[in-house]
């Protein structure tokens, strides 16, 4: 029950404090009264039960991702 | 640099050649350790990952993983669950809760067992669809099982907030609300523990921050890595947990930096800190009593609280695990899970 999923914010519903969200192709509207700070179309989130719980940090994620790519590709290296 | 596609947030963190490059520089680093590393995590979702992946078997033998008390579902004593099948058994409840808790045995059987007896007993997706179900049923009282870690209890905070605002006043609550920290304590109180460094859980840290682990570096001179959900996420914590030992340090790392801060959401905090307070003691399945492990209602809202209204009505006989069950020394590194003899036999969840 714990595992929350990235999703991106396609619609925003701010007269009922929710936000419609796509999870690879599933859309759902989900709950945004735990959040502060307002969210904008196109921002990662994750999903909770009903509620989007935070905003990805998508530079964060990318930094990792480009660290990643790094190892692999001296991994790559090495082998070859 | 390009922009970060949706996908990029699961593939990327799956990645077979970043998990095979991460545990091969693990392994490096591992011939260094001068004893084995016995890293718990504490949450479900990591166990889930190591299993599925099978991070287990890309990592040498000297670490191992301990599967931690952090299954708000597994460790739902069955006292718990009879006072949940007795408040389904009251004429117009309807007991709603979220849809894993229904599977788990009481002494009596599982809710899906009750419902299949007849009870009104519905499984939910999203607490706020508790809302929906009260409005619509004006002439029944409506209770939320509530359950979950840090994670869960904004939610459960939300939806109490807005039954007050909306005077929907036919839905209550019993809550079971439990906290990661006192479990940490109870793991760690055992001289005979074999834990040695800690995986954090992902969601619960979004909500709490990494913050709430100090303690645990602190107290018990053990790592904490806050880690994500993923397969790289999780080996990526294992190397620092490896780093830190082999450098002798003992700190709170937070590898999971794109979800997780310091602080964690303070909004969330503060709509828990504002309905709910701490309960004395709380049973847990496998480790018994934990002093302040729980959380329940404010007096300010005992309105809505299941347990005082229908007190009478709730068995409050304590349930002894099996005697068979080995959970507390699993739960502590003393002994793996198919050394317990009930294991996938008598002890596993029935069928719906």
Not at chain 2, 41 to 70: A, R, S, W
Not at chain 2, 248 to 277: D, H, I, M, P, W
Request: charged share 25%.
């Amino acid at each position: 029950m714990c595992l929350s999923i990235p999703s991106q914010v396609v619609e925003l519903h701010p007269e009922t404090q929710s936000v419609t969200v796509d999870t690879l192709g599933v859309k759902r509207t989900v709950s945004c009264h735990l959040m502060e700070e307002p969210l904008a179309v196109g921002d990662y989130v994750l999903i909770h039960i009903g509620f989007v719980m935070n905003k990805i940090d998508a530079d964060s994620a990318a930094e990792s991702l480009a660290l990643y790519k790094e190892i692999v590709e001296k991994m790559e290296a090495a082998d070859a | 640099m390009p922009e970060l596609q949706l996908k990029q947030l699961y593939d990327g963190f799956r990645d077979p050649r970043t998990v095979a490059e991460l545990a091969s520089q693990i392994k490096q680093l591992a011939a260094k350790l001068e004893e084995p590393v016995n890293v718990m995590e504490v949450c479900g979702g990591h166990t889930h990952t190591i299993m599925k992946y099978g991070l287990l078997q890309l990592l040498p033998d000297n670490i191992e993983f301990i599967h931690g008390p952090g299954c708000p579902v597994c460790i739902m004593p069955k006292e718990r669950i009879d006072q949940a099948a007795a408040l389904a058994q009251i004429p117009d409840v309807i007991l709603v809760t979220l849809g894993d808790m229904i599977r788990v045995p009481g002494s009596e059987g599982s809710l899906a067992q009750f419902r299949a007896k007849g009870c009104d007993i519905r499984p939910i997706y999203m607490p706020l669809d508790a809302l929906k179900i009260a409005q619509e049923n004006p002439d029944k009282t409506v209770v939320y099982f509530a359950i979950g870690f840090e994670t869960s209890t904004p939610m459960t905070a939300v939806l109490l907030e807005q039954a007050e605002k909306l005077g929907i006043n036919n839905l209550l609550f019993h809550i079971n609300h439990v906290l990661v920290p006192p479990a940490i304590d109870a793991v760690m109180a055992d001289p005979e523990t074999r834990v040695n460094a800690f995986i954090g859980p992902s969601h619960v840290s979004v909500i709490t921050g990494s913050q709430i682990y100090q303690p645990t570096v602190d107290n018990y001179h053990t790592p904490v890595v806050v880690s994500g959900f993923e397969p790289v996420d999780v080996m990526q914590s294992i190397l620092s947990i490896v780093k830190q030992k082999v450098e002798g340090r003992c700190e709170l790392e937070n590898q999971y930096e794109r979800a997780v801060s310091y602080k964690g959401n303070e909004a969330a905090q503060q709509k828990v800190n504002q309905y709910f307070t701490v309960r004395p003691s709380f049973r847990w399945r496998g480790l018994g009593p934990i002093p302040n492990s729980a959380l329940m209602l404010k007096p300010e809202y005992r309105h809505r609280d299941a347990e005082l209204k229908y007190g009478e009505r709730l068995p409050v006989k304590e349930i002894d695990d099996h005697k068979a069950c080995q959970c507390g020394d699993i739960l502590r590194g003393k002994a793996k899970p198919q050394d317990c003899k009930v294991f996938g036999r008598g002890c596993t969840p029935k069928p719906r």
